[in-house]
Structures are given as C-alpha cells and as structure tokens.
C-alpha cells in the first residue's frame, strides 16, 4: 500500500498534511532520529500535536491559544533539560515563558482566556543524560515552533499578533543556532529557517 501524500495541483488544507503527519511512518521517522539516538516514544506525539492544534486554529483566538500551548510545552521540556543543557535550558525556559506571557496577554485583550499549563503529563520522558541527545531532541521541538509560527503568520488578521508571533519566530530561531552548535551540526544550514 502506498503511504505518500500526492497533491497534483492547487493548495493542500494544512490540517490535512498534519493528518497525514500523524501516520505510523511519520511517528516512526520522528521517533528515530539522527545518529541512532532515540527519541522517548512519548515525546514525539506532543510535537505533533503541537503542530497540529496551529493546523486546526482558524481564527486569531484559536491560534494564539495554540500558540500558548507550544509555549507551555517549550518551557516545561526546557525544564526538565537543565540536567544535559544547564544554562542554556534555563535562558530558552525563561524566553519561553516570556513568549507565553506575551501571547496570554494578547489573549485576554482579545476577551479569550488562556489554556491551563497542564503539560507535565504530556511530557513523560526526555533525554536526560546526554547533552547531543538533548540538544537534538529541542532542536526537533524549536523546529516545529518555527514552523508552525509560519504557519500563524498565513493565518493571523491582526497587526498586532503578527509582530508579536514574527518576533518570538525569530527568537525560535535563534535558539536552534545555539543547539545546532551544541548537537556538533551546522549552526545556519539555510538562509531562511523553515522549520519542520
């Protein structure tokens, strides 16, 4: 059975490629990663569902709630890397939870209230031990908030979310930068980050 996705013209709706993303062969690639370290089975369907609440957020409130909701999740799993990461985790967790006070504010100006952080659950296990392994694990985690930030910048109406979404975009940037170096990968592959 053919698992590819074929798109033979015209825009695609981006909640169906993040269906699609959610398939067992999309698990199974983002569960194995680079050099033969293993990503916690558990952590790889937070990232994609990250990825897919921007993919189903069609108003300016859903998707800064989405957006709160990755900044839960980024600021947790930096949390928990200050073993491996040491200053470095707590620097992003503090821009992180900057990001998410930023977006929470925007929220409630817009009369939406903010999602509860209720992200430890979700986030059993990460890599602890190794400080490559770690650095890679948010690289993948910096990568979707790139990406889906992208995704908002198509999406948002108002002025507004778009310079505060653009500007916590590049911060995400920056920060894969940083863990590139520490992964022993190229700080700035392309001139453009995308995200993933």
């Known amino acids: 059975m053919d698992e590819r996705l074929i798109i033979t ?33 558990s952590s ?15 108003d300016d409130q859903s998707l800064v709630r989405a957006a709160i909701e990755l900044e839960q999740v980024a600021a947790e799993a930096y949390q928990r ?3 491996p990461l040491g200053g470095v985790a ?15 504010l925007a929220l409630r100006q817009m009369g939406g209230s903010p999602p509860s952080a209720n992200v430890q659950a979700r986030l059993a296990s990460l890599p602890t031990g190794d ?19 992208e995704d908002a910048a198509r999406k948002l109406r108002d002025a507004s979310l778009m310079k505060t979404t653009s500007t916590i975009l590049g911060a995400e940037a920056q920060h894969l930068v940083v863990l590139r170096q520490i992964a022993g990968q190229d700080p700035v592959p392309a001139a453009f980050e995308r995200g993933s």
């Open 90 to 104: 707590r620097l992003f967790r503090n821009h992180e939870r900057q990001h998410e006070q930023a977006l929470t």
């Open 131 to 149: 400080r490559r392994a770690a650095a890679r694990f948010a690289i993948e985690l910096e990568q979707t908030a790139v990406r889906a930030y």
């Open 9 to 41: 013209d015209g825009d695609v709706d981006t909640a169906t490629v993040a269906a699609y993303e959610r398939s067992r062969r999309e698990l199974v690639r983002r569960g194995l990663l680079a050099a033969g370290t293993l990503l916690t089975a």
């Open 81 to 83: 890397l200050q073993g």
């Open 44 to 58: 790889v369907p937070i990232l994609l569902g990250v990825r897919d609440a921007f993919a189903q957020a069609d």
